[in-house]
């Protein structure tokens, strides 16, 4: 009878919020000077913008939450509601596009505001508005054509939007990305190491192998980037893209190998998540669905933080949902990697006590006062310890750094063996001194002050 009890336990659960974070859809190629398919204007719009293609995918994907989150369960309100939703992108076009193309799909027309007759005389721009009669008549009692809704995107600076782009705003990601050469010197082995995979690409692109070593992403980017688009591309031989994706999946979980790196790049964002799950706990949470639009890299570094991380490239649209049910005040989270429920660290199912779930993410991560300062800021810290571990920094440790204590340690040492040879020194000196002068010493008394 265990199975029936856990059936209906599943049954009367209610979802009452729900976060979700996602890679922006289709889009152009954001280098334009690697591959010479890419030459031809096929890509209007812009380098990195949203695709077409980019954008359906994400209606499509806000029409099935819709499904799921309003008409089924009744989680938030069929109509936008700012109290109950919350939306943020970075500051990049694509990822703007896409949180704008997902809340028309959450929220498709006919849902938008009206106005009403009483308004149409103040509903008027400041400036003269050339056939004002034929489009106040076309839109009838509709703010909008078609009854769309407006959707406000919170967007935060490149460089201090800690939560949905670390590797740009952190110090310690920036440093990792671009300074390391470990990391770096990774990559180029990989590539260098597939010699006929750079040779079979070279006939499609008359360059150095050397060239194509070090520019292989943007290569195989640009290639998913007209596949998703139907574009004509070379005759590449279904062999030679299979492995062209495999070693391109291998260089872009590079990053997410270091247990290090991994927590540095999610930690701002786990003391997110329990920011909200412990507000959603106490009955203090306004909202009922924030939608977060970002990076593949975003992705990977969360999934790489959960310690879930399948060592591939996000796909575009790819999304990671966090959902949370209540049975008779009891809460739990469910995660879903495009639609694959996950088990996540302590959790014995995909169905964790959100409890269990909050204190995991706080094992996870640094400090948040912390995550972002230079190394030779941080606090002395143990981070040596295996990835089951805390390793949060210890805010009470010494203020001293490593290069102080080494410094004060050599001082030491340099001290001591001058010491020692100053000694050695007046010794030697003094019994030159006696044996010259033996039979003409005076004894002397030495009388020590009284203490």
Avoid at 214 to 229: G, K, P
Avoid at 361 to 369: G, H, M, V
Avoid at 425 to 432: D, I, Q, T, V, Y
Wanted: aromatic fraction near 12%.
């Amino acid at each position: 009878m265990a199975w029936l009890a856990a059936l209906l336990a599943v049954a009367a659960a209610e979802v009452v919020f729900v976060l979700e974070v996602c890679r922006h859809g289709s889009r152009a190629p954001t280098d334009p000077t690697v591959c010479p398919w890419d030459q031809d204007g096929r890509w209007g719009n812009g380098w990195g913008e949203l695709s077409p293609v980019g954008m359906r995918m994400h209606f499509l994907l806000g029409s099935e939450l819709r499904q799921r989150y309003v008409l089924s369960q009744s989680v938030f309100d069929p109509e936008f509601n700012s109290t109950q939703i919350y939306v943020r992108s970075t500051d990049l076009n694509r990822t703007i596009t896409s949180a704008q193309s997902q809340l028309m799909g959450l929220f498709p027309p006919p849902n938008g505001p009206t106005v009403s007759d009483s308004m149409g005389d103040v509903a008027v721009p400041p400036i003269s508005v050339q056939k004002e009669a034929n489009i106040v008549n076309a839109l009838q009692n509709r703010a909008l054509p078609f009854q769309f809704s407006s959707f406000p995107v919170h967007v935060f600076p490149y460089m201090s939007d800690f939560v949905l782009l670390p590797n740009a705003a952190c110090y310690n990601l920036l440093l990792y990305t671009y300074a390391s050469a470990e990391v770096q010197q990774a990559i180029t082995n990989i590539s260098l190491s597939n010699p006929w995979l750079l040779e079979g690409l070279q006939a499609f692109i008359p360059i150095q192998t050397e060239y194509i070593a070090s520019n292989l992403t943007n290569i195989v980017d640009s290639i998913y980037c007209s596949q998703a688009m139907g574009f004509p591309l070379p005759a590449f031989s279904p062999e030679l893209l299979n492995n062209a994706t495999n070693i391109f999946n291998q260089i872009f979980s590079v990053y997410y190998q270091d247990d290090l790196y991994i927590r540095y790049g999610a930690s701002w964002f786990f003391w997110d998540l329990v920011e909200h799950f412990e507000a959603v706990m106490q009955g203090t949470e306004p909202t009922k669905f924030r939608l977060y639009s970002a990076h593949d890299t975003t992705l990977a570094a969360f999934l790489a933080g959960l310690q879930v991380y399948d060592n591939k490239q996000p796909p575009f649209a790819s999304s990671l949902i966090f959902e949370v049910s209540e049975t008779n005040g009891d809460f739990s989270v469910q995660v879903l990697y495009n639609d694959v429920p996950l088990i996540i660290g302590p959790c014995k199912s995909a169905q964790c006590p959100l409890q269990t779930f909050t204190d995991y993410l706080r094992l996870r991560a640094f400090a948040s006062e912390n995550v972002c300062l230079p190394p030779s800021s941080q606090p002395w810290n143990d981070t040596k310890k295996s990835s089951s571990d805390s390793i949060v920094p210890d805010s009470g440790s010494s203020d001293l750094k490593w290069e102080a204590w080494v410094t004060i340690a050599l001082c030491a040492v340099t001290l001591l063996l001058f010491l020692a040879a100053c000694i050695l020194s007046r010794s030697e000196s003094a019994a030159r001194k006696f044996e010259s002068s033996q039979s003409s010493i005076d004894e002397r008394v030495i009388n020590f002050p009284k203490p």
